[in-house]
């Protein structure tokens, strides 16, 4: 297995920066993408050899590894594509959630390795894409029975300066609906319950409450997708937040001083460690 | 009322910093500071006229105004020492909260008018302090009875390039505890939280949760004494803010992918607009 002509599917953030990044170490890169004006953007680039909305055009261009970079339900119905047409090019993919895209490509018996690139933040478009993106950051992938797969991939991703790390698909969206996906419905819901209660009180809010709510600003439709795909850990993880935040409005009625420095002073110090 | 000489009570990084932005604009400096090794810092920096830990040597420097800048349980028992010494030098402060000590201040008949900078964030002490924290930040001044007070604290706030704001200070306690108390509770409970279910998750943070749990790295002290001196406006607002959480679980319960877009969409579009 050699991958030297790479086809990415939606040059958003994502799937832009790896066109940029991937092409800067020598790959080939082909684009998939349904918006002429991202197609139109990507050309005047000049990083990309071959660039289209049609699928079949794509599926003919000389791939060696297809690589999904779009919001859930569509990277869903990509997959459904592939299948139906029984393709035999390797593929993997850059979303949140591992694992609906892992056991959609394994009903069809696609050649798949699933990963998650740990970058990105709250923009998005390939107006926003970067080739450095994507250095020093981790990048999770999922062990499958593709093994040979899964270590040329490994490769690719560091070639382009990225950390692999190996994890399942289960633990990785545990793992990821608590530091990542948890962390984001809480932004959404700080704003909302400001929106309800004091909109005015958005005129005061410094610096802290700027960085703090940064991720609120996240794509809609990508991060309901995410939200949905994960639903069972998001839920989870969210009702245990609010069990937690009960216990410390119990020490704060109790005014209870001496546990919440300590408490607090616990949660400083591993978060200075980060 | 002429203000040219201003003793600051505490050199952190807000006091530390006042002490910068002042003698830039030609005030002069004196300040108390309990801690010896903050006093040879800060005289080594060369910008204070006169430092010193004993509070009568301190009030015996020449001081046009006395600016307390230390946390709540520190500042109310200096409040209780000038008012007990019946102090006549106008005095402000530079707290997270203003009803308790608006309130201390009128008990013992003082000349007082009550500010909070909107500025800092998580880092803390006199090594942080930087002459440039307050440019173009807003300073809220809570209007007293001292009107002429007011009006030269905004004079001077304005100088080193701030904004002021009036507002009273149950408008400014509430306001706060929605845009910055909260927060930091959100932010310390989520890192508690992580520890608590999985701590071994905190390796595979990326940039948006290091952004958001940046202020859970806040002094201790600090900010336990802010959330009890504003505890019922603070667990007002938390528990508006599971309140609200809960109905996004219930979203997400049922599979609602269209509320949930355009909840986020509102949200999104409103943080996208600070």
New interface residues.
């Given amino acids: 297995m050699k991958i030297k002509n790479i086809g990415i599917v939606g040059l958003g953030l994502i799937g832009g920066s790896f066109a940029y990044a991937f092409k800067d170490k020598g790959f080939v890169i082909y684009a998939y993408d349904i918006d002429k004006g991202t197609l139109a953007k990507a050309a005047s680039k000049g990083i990309i050899e071959g660039l289209t909305d049609e699928i079949d055009v794509f599926l003919n261009f000389p791939l060696d590894l297809i690589y999904i970079c779009l919001p859930i339900i569509d990277a869903l119905s990509f997959i459904k594509v592939l299948g139906e047409r029984k393709v035999a090019i390797p593929i993997t993919d850059s979303l949140s959630t591992k694992f609906s895209i892992i056991a959609a490509a394994k009903k069809y018996d696609l050649l798949f390795c699933g990963g998650h690139p ?5 923009l998005s478009g390939f107006d926003k894409a970067s080739r450095d993106l994507f250095i020093g ?2 990048h ?1 992938l999922v062990k499958s029975d593709n093994l040979l797969l899964f270590s040329k991939l490994k490769e690719i991703h560091e070639l382009i300066g990225m950390q692999v ?1 190996e994890m399942n698909a289960s633990l990785h969206d ?3 609906s ?3 996906h ?17 909109i005015s ?2 005129k ?18 990508m ?3 995410i ?2 795909d994960n ?1 069972d850990n ?2 989870e ?6 069990k ?3 216990k ?2 119990s020490l ?2 109790e ?1 209870n ?1 001496s546990s ?9 110090n ?3 460690l ?1």
Avoid: C, Q
């Fill in positions: 740990i970058a990105g933040g709250e950051a981790k999770i790390v545990d793992i990821f608590l530091i990542s948890l962390p984001h419905l809480i932004a959404f819901n700080l704003i909302d319950t400001v929106l309800t209660e004091n009180a958005l005061y809010t410094g610096a802290g409450f700027k960085d703090f709510t940064r991720i609120a600003g996240s794509d809609p439709v991060w309901a997708n939200i949905l639903k998001i839920v993880k969210a009702e245990m937040f609010i937690n935040m009960e410390w409005i704060i009625k005014n001083m919440l420095i300590s408490k607090i002073s616990d949660v400083s591993r978060r200075r980060l």
